[in-house]
């Protein structure tokens, strides 16, 4: 897998395992092969994904994950799987850009009383999937996106973030 990992916040410290770990865990549930994929995450602060949110959303305020797919992917019809990505001319599978928020992260898994990292975690697999088509504006399609998430999770050890 080639992981680009820009960390441009020190409070993340070293998040390179916990990215690893989810894009993996994400693509080996999808069968997509890992050796092949090319994915960039970058871990900043609410300030850097602010800034983000409004040039590429018109939304200017913090959030806690962004993401732009390499492709479009997404399915047509509500609820079904989106297109499997294909590989360019080298053989890599470029699947695209995500970002991640610090302080929106931290703040979201201590009101919802999550471990720090199994709330991170969720993002990242929930920012790859979104990567892969996969999209929650449709009611089906959000069903079939927070199923995959929590399968995912679940094979992890982490608890569904959908239940309570």
Known sequence: ???????????????????????????DHLGIDAEQAEVSVLACDDARIAALNAEFRGKPAPTNVLSWPAADLGAERPGATPAQPAPDFSGALPLGDIAIAWETCRREAEAAGKPHDD?????????????????HVRDADATLMEGLEAAILGKMGIPDPYRD
């Open 1 to 27: 897998m080639q992981l680009d990992l820009t960390v441009e916040d020190p409070g993340w410290g070293d998040i390179s395992p916990l990215v690893s770990r989810a894009v993996a865990a994400t693509l």
């Open 119 to 135: 709330h991170v975690t969720h993002l990242l697999v929930h920012g790859l999937l979104h990567l892969l088509g996969y999209d």
